[in-house]
């Protein structure tokens, strides 16, 4: 009988357990500092989802305003842990005793940094920072203060860049800010003088108040072109080969972005074949692609009108990544950790197709063109 007692209470006891992990409530605000490089102030915004679960937004205040959506929340007992897969991000932590701090480490593109957690109230929550007054949506701008020059050959990357109302580029070839500015896969630029693959920097302030929205930074890349190089071109349509991307059978696998969306959005590279989208149209993805990555014009035939936040994970091979230079080596079959081709990649990982296909594109045939005279 003493036996069957102490079971009992055994059993009650992991029971209470059970319940007690159950009705732990980790809602509201979680705040700490990313232990990389000078550290990065993190809020992380907890509410529970309509079928019991957890959902959460995230903010890294001293990167700017915009809210990150969290991919997933999981809760067992005291082990907490958040993924934002668009990020390539996930975090590992575990609850103090009386469920007022988490310490843990987050974890992206396989570099881990220490983030401790504390719950703070509304009121001693950090303040996020106001959004930059977004530049009117119909303005058409053009740099009111841009200088250009050589950029420094020992300064490593690419940039193209928006802070506040300054618009920046480093280490952009002329042929790089040709596809940007005018949304072009380099075989659509026809004519080109051979000096186009010299650097430049570019930095400038539009004489619009406000922050540009990514189309309007093209713009104004493109009002850099005509008044500092000289640029003069036409336009004639040609039939050539292209890449449609579609939504693969299934349909998209796409985190539709809580950013608002006069945001300028993000498309950066944490290494060749990792990509990072924020905010994003699929036009606007395509024309990402076609200009950093791709061998060939890319069409946007999904019929998505969304803007998404994703990242994208890929083995590149020896046609992609000609504009930053790079030489990729063949694909090592040996390795099992390998990512897979990008074309596998975009079905696994988005839910989106891309095959070789012809169209009908625009291409920029070049009359006249300068290098840039001095600031």
Not at 200 to 229: H, N, T
Not at 262 to 274: C, V, Y
């Amino acid at each position: 009988m003493r036996k069957i007692a102490i079971r009992f209470v055994a059993v009650l006891l992991i029971a209470t357990g059970v319940l007690h992990a159950q009705t732990l409530d980790i809602s509201g605000n979680w705040q700490g500092t990313l232990r990389a490089g000078k550290g990065l102030r993190t809020i992380l915004k907890i509410s529970k989802t309509d079928t019991g679960g957890w959902k959460a937004v995230m903010y890294s205040i001293d990167q700017g305003s915009d809210p990150i959506s969290v991919t997933s929340v999981t809760l067992d007992k005291l082990s907490f842990g958040f993924t934002i897969k668009p990020l390539d991000l996930a975090y590992s932590g575990i609850l103090n005793a009386d469920h007022t701090a988490i310490e843990g480490n987050a974890t992206q593109h396989g570099q881990t940094h220490v983030l401790n957690l504390t719950h703070v109230t509304p009121e001693n929550t950090w303040a996020i920072p106001e959004p930059p007054k977004s530049m009117p949506a119909d303005a058409k701008p053009k740099f009111d203060v841009v200088t250009v020059k050589p950029s420094d050959p020992n300064r490593p990357g690419k940039l193209f860049t928006i802070r506040g109302r300054q618009i920046l580029t480093i280490n952009t070839t002329v042929n790089d800010l040709i596809t940007f500015a005018y949304s072009l896969q380099t075989k659509e630029i026809v004519n080109a003088p051979s000096w186009m693959d010299e650097k430049y920097d570019v930095d400038g302030v539009p004489d619009v108040e406000g922050q540009p929205s990514l189309p309007q930074m093209r713009m104004l890349i493109a009002d850099a072109l005509v008044q500092r190089f000289g640029l003069k071109f036409h336009t004639e349509q040609r039939e050539m080969t292209a890449y449609a991307l579609t939504v693969a059978r299934g349909g998209p696998k796409l985190t539709v972005s809580v950013a608002p969306k006069n945001s300028p959005g993000g498309f950066g590279f944490g290494g060749l074949g990792k990509l990072q989208v924020r905010n994003f149209t699929m036009k606007e993805f395509c024309h990402g692609m076609q200009e950093a990555v791709m061998d060939k014009p890319v069409v946007d035939q999904t019929g998505l009108t969304d803007r998404y936040d994703f990242s994208l994970n890929w083995t590149p091979d020896q046609s992609q990544f000609a504009s930053f230079g790079a030489h990729i080596p063949p694909p090592n079959p040996d390795d099992p950790n390998a990512p897979p081709s990008l074309f596998t990649a975009l079905q696994e990982q988005l839910g989106l197709k891309m095959d070789v296909t012809k169209a009908n594109v625009d291409v920029m045939v070049i009359d006249h063109i300068d290098k840039p005279s001095a600031n």
